[in-house]
């Protein structure tokens, strides 16, 4: 039901630019925060940015000033623009809600397949 479609991947120079972006369905998307991780290999699952239903965003250290999250409600759809890449932006990046599942409410992680971000030097 809650899927989440990444897409925008690919194989860029250092110093180039990709934008990313994720479809959502099955849930309500514009009350949600959206929120972009990215995952390599040896190492746990790292946040990267997130934005508010608003329209409020947050960046980890390590992209500020390089990435853009965005959303566009009415395409139920979440961007991730990375400007300034570099080889250590290398991962699969995913796009993430958290939901509140059953009568416990218990929060519950979506994530959609990931899309490789690949970046040479």
């Known amino acids: 039901q809650v899927q989440l479609v990444e897409s925008g991947g690919g194989l860029v120079q250092a110093g180039g630019s990709l934008r990313l972006s994720c479809a959502a369905s099955g849930f309500i998307f514009r009350t949600n925060v959206m929120a972009w991780y990215r995952q390599t290999p040896g190492k746990q699952r790292e946040w990267v940015a997130r934005?508010?239903?608003?329209?409020?965003?947050n960046y980890a250290d390590s992209v500020k000033g390089r990435f853009t999250i965005s959303r566009d409600n009415a395409k139920n759809t979440v961007y991730l623009q990375m400007n300034s890449l570099k080889p250590e932006d290398t991962a699969i990046y995913y796009c993430?809600?958290?939901?509140?599942?059953?009568?416990?409410?218990?929060?519950?992680?979506?994530w959609g397949q990931g899309t490789q971000v690949t970046v040479s030097s």
């Open positions: 993430n809600v958290w939901l509140l599942s059953g009568a416990n409410r218990t929060p519950t992680g979506y």
């Open positions: 934005v508010t239903s608003i329209g409020s965003t």
